[in-house]
């Protein structure tokens, strides 16, 4: 079975500030783990993957298989980052599992 | 980037009608397309997986007599949901998957089964 974990429904910081996005993941074999941003009244979107290692609107996320997360950070936090954020992980069934998602708010 | 378009993105039905809802990849091709529902401040939670020219996989506790799949070609996979009743009124969203096994959702609709 695999499962997402997103300890935070809501996180709220201010512009400027550091931010990180906590997601755990459960699964026997060899994840590929997403993170997808939804912004108000957009559809849901691709932010990156973690086997593309790349940094998207000064997002990254690392892989750590000893912890099994793969948290989402961003240095510096902007007004524009708020929105909706859900990690997701794809097992050798190919089907996506989300996590419950945590609404970032990023105040002025 | 890949576009998904969903159709139509709010509708209202009677009960005992079905409805039916399409899911378009317009730049690619897509071999596999999902199908999801969300509830209000939920995640998504996935009903079934479309497969051009086969049988969709359900997930458990999905009635595939309910909610039938169509997946005719490699940009079009449809979802039918038959004799509709207010407890199937919901949010429902399409995604289609690209040759690089990204995601691309569409932008959802908005069933209310009246």
């Known amino acids: 079975a695999q499962r997402v974990t997103q300890p935070e429904k809501l996180l709220s910081v201010f512009k400027g500030a550091p931010v990180e996005l906590k997601c755990n993941y459960s699964?026997?074999?060899?994840?590929?783990l997403f993170w997808y941003v939804q912004y108000s009244r957009q559809r849901l979107q691709l932010l990156l993957r973690?086997?593309s290692r790349e940094s998207i609107k000064g997002f990254t996320a690392d892989l750590n298989k000893g912890e099994t997360s793969f948290h989402l950070k961003k240095p510096f936090a902007q007004e524009e980052d708020s929105a909706m954020y859900y990690c997701?992980?794809?097992?050798?069934?190919?089907?996506?599992?989300f996590g419950e998602g945590t609404q970032l708010t990023v105040n002025p | 980037g890949a576009v998904v378009s969903q159709h139509p993105s709010r509708v209202i039905c009677k009960s005992g009608t079905s409805v039916k809802i399409e899911c378009r990849s317009l730049?690619?091709?897509?071999?596999?397309m999902f199908w999801y529902r969300q509830f209000p401040k939920q995640s998504l939670m996935l009903m079934a997986t479309?497969?051009?020219?086969?049988?969709?996989?359900?997930e458990q506790g999905v009635e595939k007599d309910k909610f039938l799949i169509n997946h005719a070609s490699l940009t079009l996979s449809t979802l039918t949901v038959t004799s509709a009743h207010p407890e199937d009124s919901s949010f429902y969203i399409c995604?289609?998957?690209?040759?690089?096994?990204?995601?691309?959702f569409g932008s959802g609709t908005r069933l209310t089964v009246v």
């Open positions: 699964y026997s074999g060899s994840p590929e």
């Open positions: 997701a992980l794809s097992g050798s069934g190919s089907r996506l599992t």
């Open positions: 973690h086997i």
């Open positions: 995604s289609a998957r690209d040759d690089d096994r990204r995601e691309f």
């Open positions: 730049d690619f091709q897509a071999t596999t």
């Open positions: 479309s497969n051009e020219g086969s049988k969709a996989t359900y």
